[in-house]
């Protein structure tokens, strides 16, 4: 079943304690994203990867860092987590969109929640 | 500039009624234009998928795209209860979102039995 994964699916933490969030699809997509909703924000980019080793910063970076050493999983790394990150997490992928028929198809998303 | 404004919601309708979903942005470089459903505590799922503009039809949806107007339309016939979700429009300037997805704010609808 084609699909995109994230562990864990909920996270409660403390503010400054590191933590990542993985995702991994089994698509062979080209490119993924990370994305976080907020009540009132809607869904906002934090970094995108258009294939391994190639990121760029989305439209919400601060306090993020990401990594694509492999072209299935797309880690998110906090740092240093402050309360402001809380929200919801949501990883996406995509094929390579040569023709621009292919959009993203998203995980089922990370509830976190920073103390 | 990316901005893209949808009107939040909720909308309740009607079983049965037509529904009309509607997101303006202001980017004229935005090609690709998406609709998204969202169930409560899920990640959104694609609708519909449009290039540039024009209609697109699969069974009671019906997406629109005005470039003129940078003005983009689902439409849902015959609503079922089961419609009742958070719809999202999403657009992009690269195909498969390689620059990343530009979302509205979803609007909320409620079918009512």
């Known amino acids: 079943e084609a699909q995109v994964t994230q562990n864990p699916r909920y996270l409660i933490t403390v503010t400054g304690k590191k933590l990542t969030v993985t995702c991994s699809q089994n698509m062979n997509h080209e490119y993924m994203s990370w994305y976080r909703q907020d009540p009132g924000l809607g869904l906002r980019q934090i970094y995108y990867?258009?294939?391994?080793?190639?990121?760029d910063k989305g439209d919400v970076p601060e306090g993020y860092k990401v990594s694509r050493k492999e072209k299935r999983n797309f880690p998110l790394i906090l740092e240093s987590p402050s309360p402001n990150q809380t929200s919801l997490y949501f990883c996406?992928?995509?094929?390579?969109?040569?023709?621009?028929?292919?959009?993203?198809?998203f995980g089922p998303g990370t509830r976190l929640l920073v103390l | 500039q990316k901005e893209v404004e949808q009107d939040p919601g909720p909308l309740s309708v009607p079983e049965g009624a037509i529904v009309s979903l509607n997101c303006t942005y202001s980017?004229?470089?935005?090609?690709?234009f998406m609709w998204y459903r969202q169930y409560s505590r899920k990640g959104p799922e694609l609708l519909m998928y449009t290039y540039s503009s024009g209609n697109k039809e699969d069974g009671r949806f019906t997406a629109q795209v005005d470039k003129s107007s940078k003005y983009i339309s689902l439409f849902i016939r015959d609503s079922q209860p089961s419609d009742s979700a958070t719809y999202l429009c999403a657009m992009s300037i690269l195909g498969g979102g390689a620059d990343g997805l530009t979302f509205g704010k979803g609007t909320h609808l409620i079918i009512q039995p």
């Open positions: 996406a992928s995509s094929a390579n969109s040569a023709g621009g028929q292919e959009t993203q198809y």
């Open positions: 990867s258009m294939n391994v080793e190639v990121t």
């Open positions: 980017n004229s470089a935005f090609q690709y």
